[in-house]
């Protein structure tokens, strides 16, 4: 007679529902930049007892002296609050977009999974665009688990490994992404303009590496030419870049050609000699603190061929959990990673977006979850404490149960986990900040038209 297993399987069943009940009690916390956070499978069922967001204690914040304004911030809009000493946090920028025909203005858009396949700043790349010139994509890995996801740039690869902060130990040789790309023999990468705005073509490829011995061959060509040009690139103590000029590169192709093991691809930027350059360096998962792992020797390196004018900062996400209303500790990691990157980027004036809405379940509908506006308020602080220039993303997406609406909206504008956008609220809200980026360069205009009158006077 045949035994019967039956019962096992109920005995498996229970022990699986006790484990999952256990780690109810297992506090959370973060672990070498790992975010454990709580399990509760009873949530939809308990009586909850989570604050209201204007329960949320808030980190004290002194008040600071704001500057008489010509300009009042219009109804509606949401405007940055300069945290500078001097109430000149964006003037860097605003005077690169004054020379933007003599040299291209250069943003860098880092983010977590928010901006992840160029979500949010590809609109904000396209509205920049829009008014002040440039064309192209920015910065583009040679690899990316997004390139079939991603609609600003057309982008096929084989042969490369990749290493990501999020994943690897060794940080010497990353760059600015966060991540470093080594080419096996015969790797190939290839972009493709899109038929979007400003992004059909691009005039110039510039090929980002560090060659740390010997020499590597390249070879590349242009909108599909039947003969490649060759390239040897020579080892240098420093990250090298090496441009190529074209009127119209509508694709291009670059064929590794050595097995030269030495050799640290850390991207490849599509760009235009003048206007407005936007690179989107997502990387999901990171709470952002990460960033101050990278080798200040080449971030430092990486802009002095680049120059940044302007970083914008977006994350938060991955750290806000339903129960935790405290990021203090997270507050000093952010405080350390700004100062950090005003170490590296000494030119480059830096705006931190705070975390948007983000929705949980409560007594069967979806609210905001109270750890949001919390951490807002933190995030006010990292900018309070290193002078650089706060957007409140929170209040301008709508405040609380915004991000239900962007969800219920016809298009939707975010995905139903009630925390990510899709591409239409990336547009939504690209808009919005740009808007406000030109209202705020308006202002500086006028303040300045004014302190030149009252000079002459």
């Known amino acids: 007679m045949d035994k019967n297993y039956i019962k096992y399987s109920l005995y498996i069943t229970c022990f699986v529902i006790a484990v999952l009940l256990l780690l109810q009690f297992v506090p959370e916390k973060i672990i070498n930049r790992l975010n454990i956070r709580k399990i509760d499978i009873l949530s939809d069922i308990r009586?909850?007892?989570?604050?209201?967001?204007?329960?949320?204690?808030?980190?004290?914040?002194?008040?600071?002296?704001?500057?008489?304004?010509?300009?009042?911030?219009?109804?509606?809009?949401?405007?940055?609050?300069?945290?500078?000493?001097?109430?000149?946090?964006?003037?860097?920028?605003?005077?690169?977009?004054?020379?933007?025909?003599?040299?291209?203005?250069?943003?860098?858009?880092?983010?977590?999974?928010?901006?992840?396949?160029?979500?949010?700043?590809?609109?904000?790349?396209?509205?920049?665009?829009?008014?002040?010139?440039?064309?192209?994509?920015?910065?583009?890995?040679?690899?990316?688990?997004?390139?079939?996801?991603?609609?600003?740039?057309?982008?096929?690869?084989?042969?490369?490994?990749n290493r990501c902060i999020t994943e690897s130990q060794d940080y010497s040789k990353m760059g600015i992404a966060g991540h470093c790309f080594r080419p096996n023999k015969?790797?190939?990468?290839?972009?493709?303009?899109?038929?979007?705005?400003?992004?059909?073509?691009?005039?110039?490829?510039?090929?980002?590496?560090?060659?740390?011995?010997?020499?590597?061959?390249?070879?590349?060509?242009?909108?599909?030419?039947?003969?490649?040009?060759?390239?040897?690139?020579?080892?240098?103590p420093k990250i090298s870049r090496y441009d190529i000029y074209a009127d119209s590169i509508g694709a291009i192709q670059f064929n590794f050609l050595s097995d030269n093991r030495n050799l640290y691809v850390h991207g490849i930027s599509l760009q235009d000699r003048s206007g407005v350059i936007v690179d989107n360096f997502s990387l999901r998962g990171t709470p952002g603190t990460s960033l101050k792992l990278l080798s200040e020797d080449i971030l430092k390196q990486t802009d002095s061929l680049l120059a940044y004018d302007l970083i914008i900062l977006q994350y938060g996400l991955n750290v806000m959990t339903a129960n935790r209303t405290n990021y203090s500790s997270y507050q000093k990691g952010m405080q350390e990673t700004v100062e950090y990157l005003k170490k590296c980027f000494p030119k480059s004036d830096i705006l931190l977006l705070s975390v948007?809405?983000?929705?949980?379940?409560?007594?069967?509908?979806y609210v905001t979850m109270p750890g949001a506006p919390a951490m807002v308020s933190y995030q006010k602080a990292v900018c309070a404490e290193t002078g650089i220039v706060f957007w409140n993303l929170f209040e301008a997406m709508g405040g609380s149960g915004s991000m239900v609406e962007m969800v219920k909206a016809k298009p939707p504008r975010a995905n139903k986990d009630y925390t990510h956008l899709n591409f239409e609220g990336g547009k939504y809200l690209g808009k919005i900040l740009f808007n406000t980026l030109v209202f705020e360069k308006k202002r500086y205009d006028k303040l300045r038209r004014n302190s030149k009158k009252r000079k002459f006077e």
């Open 186 to 236: 015969d790797a190939w990468v290839k972009y493709s303009g899109v038929q979007l705005p400003h992004l059909e073509f691009f005039r110039q490829a510039s090929l980002l590496y560090r060659l740390y011995e010997g020499e590597a061959t390249v070879s590349y060509r242009i909108n599909g030419e039947k003969e490649a040009k060759t390239v040897h690139l020579k080892a240098s």
């Open 47 to 161: 009586k909850d007892t989570l604050p209201s967001p204007a329960d949320v204690p808030m980190p004290v914040i002194l008040p600071l002296p704001l500057p008489k304004q010509d300009i009042p911030c219009p109804p509606g809009m949401v405007c940055f609050e300069d945290c500078s000493p001097n109430k000149d946090g964006l003037d860097n920028f605003f005077k690169a977009l004054d020379s933007r025909s003599r040299k291209p203005v250069r943003v860098a858009f880092f983010g977590d999974s928010y901006i992840e396949g160029d979500i949010f700043s590809a609109d904000l790349r396209s509205n920049l665009q829009d008014e002040y010139g440039g064309k192209g994509v920015g910065i583009v890995p040679p690899a990316s688990q997004t390139a079939s996801f991603r609609k600003t740039v057309k982008h096929s690869f084989s042969g490369w490994e």
């Open 356 to 365: 948007g809405d983000r929705s949980m379940r409560k007594n069967g509908s």
